[in-house]
Each structure stands twice: as structure tokens, then as C-alpha cells.
């Protein structure tokens, strides 16, 4: 109305104008994505460098609201530097090692106090992920070093496992042999052995002996034909 904003939101659909005297400005209410990079400092006081990615919407009942105090360059004016200044307020909270561990942590605090600030400028956050964290050559190398020793001294511990492992098999291997050979010769009586000979004798008897018993099987030399030997 000749430059003034009306408080009423025009929905989908037609809708009747005066001519001349009313205009409409189109506001997208859909779900936008804006990308803001941001820069902080942990709380051990080591560079994070990030970029955000936020899902956002106007609040369409403030639609007017927002083009009346902020206009369309919403983004500029108000997201990025929000963005930056809260992720800077979060990040002074955490260590730069949970920064990375605790990330979904670090998102979750972001995420609900720029909820609670865009709603002071009738914007709606959906969702906001962050894309990524880098920090300084030095730290980054320092983690690298840090993971790679952690990852020998696992390495030497497993292998040093495996080599206790298999001394106390090899240990209970040996106890087992002699325990079944202590009960093998508990069990080995001179019936046992005289029977397990027989079993395996062919029956024929040898044609020269040393001149004295057959050894081992006790045969009644009445039933035995008689043998000479011959040189």
C-alpha cells in the first residue's frame, strides 16, 4: 500500500489486488540450504576451521516481517553471522580432540541455539550438519602420530597374546600326552601286552631261534612239533 507493508500473508492460490496501489513480493517458505563457513577456536585454544550447512525456512505467518525489517538478503544479514558466532560460543566448550569425537554432540548444541536465535528474525532451522573440521598442520600431524603408536602398541599387544596363546596351548597339549600316558601305563599290565601280541602275531613261528624261549607268548612246548636247527 503505496510502500507499506501489510501484516496479512497472501497463502497459495489467486488472490484479488488493487491495481496500481497493492503489489505482491514473492517469499519462498520452502526449506533452503545455506553453507557459511566458520572459523574458532577449541577450548585447549587450537585453530577449527569448519563449514556449516544449515536447513532453514521462513516462518510463513512472518514472511511480511522478514521482508519488512530484513528484506531478502536474509542470509548475508542474518545467517552467516549468527552461524559464526554461535559456533564459536560452542566450540569454546569443547577440546579440539572432542570436537571430533563428540561431533554429533557439538552439532546438537548449534543446532538448538540457532533454533532459539533465528526465531527473533522469523526463520525456522530444520537441520544443520557440519560438513567438516580442520585444524592446524601441527595438531593434525600430532593426532596422526598419536593413532599411528596407538595402533603399533595394539599390534605388538595382540601379537604378544597370540604368542601366550599358543605357548599355553602347546603347555596344555604336553600335560594332556603325559596324562594319557600316565593312564596308559596304569592300564598296561603283562596280560595286556601278552594279549595285544597275540593279536598281531601271523601265527608262524620263527624257524631259527637263539636257543632260548620264544619271547612274549607262552606256548605249551608239548603242542609244539619239534625243530631243529641245522647250520
Do not use: C
Request: glycine fraction near 4%; avoid cysteine; proline fraction near 3%.
Amino acid at each position: 500500500h503505496w510502500g507499506a507493508v501489510d501484516q496479512k500473508v497472501l497463502g497459495e492460490g489467486i488472490h484479488l489486488i488493487t491495481p496500481i496501489r497493492s503489489s505482491v513480493v514473492k517469499m519462498d517458505v520452502r526449506v533452503q540450504k545455506a553453507e557459511t563457513p566458520a572459523d574458532a577456536s577449541s577450548k585447549d585454544l587450537q585453530d577449527a576451521h569448519s563449514t556449516i550447512a544449515l536447513n532453514y525456512h521462513i516462518d510463513p505467518d512472518r514472511a511480511w516481517w522478514v521482508y519488512q525489517n530484513i528484506g531478502t538478503q536474509f542470509k548475508e544479514r542474518i545467517i552467516d553471522p549468527q552461524i559464526q558466532e554461535i559456533f564459536k560460543s560452542v566450540t569454546a566448550q569443547y577440546t579440539a580432540v572432542e570436537l571430533i569425537t563428540r561431533r554429533e554432540v557439538v552439532r546438537n548444541d548449534t543446532k538448538a541455539l540457532l533454533a532459539k536465535r533465528f526465531l527473533d528474525y522469523g526463520l525456522i532451522v530444520d537441520d544443520i550438519s557440519i560438513v567438516n573440521f580442520k585444524f592446524s598442520k601441527g595438531f593434525t600431524d600430532a593426532i596422526e602420530a598419536k593413532q599411528t603408536a596407538e595402533q603399533e602398541a595394539k599390534k605388538e599387544f595382540n601379537n604378544k597374546e597370540k604368542e601366550k596363546w599358543l605357548a599355553d596351548q602347546k603347555i596344555e597339549q604336553a600335560r594332556g600326552e603325559a596324562e594319557a600316558l600316565k593312564l596308559k601305563n596304569q592300564q598296561l599290565t603283562p596280560q595286556l601286552i601278552q594279549y595285544e601280541a597275540i593279536k598281531k602275531w601271523n601265527g608262524v613261528l620263527p624257524t631259527v631261534t637263539g636257543g632260548g624261549a620264544i619271547p612274549w607268548i607262552n606256548i605249551d612246548p608239548s603242542k609244539q612239533k619239534a625243530a631243529k636247527a641245522t647250520e
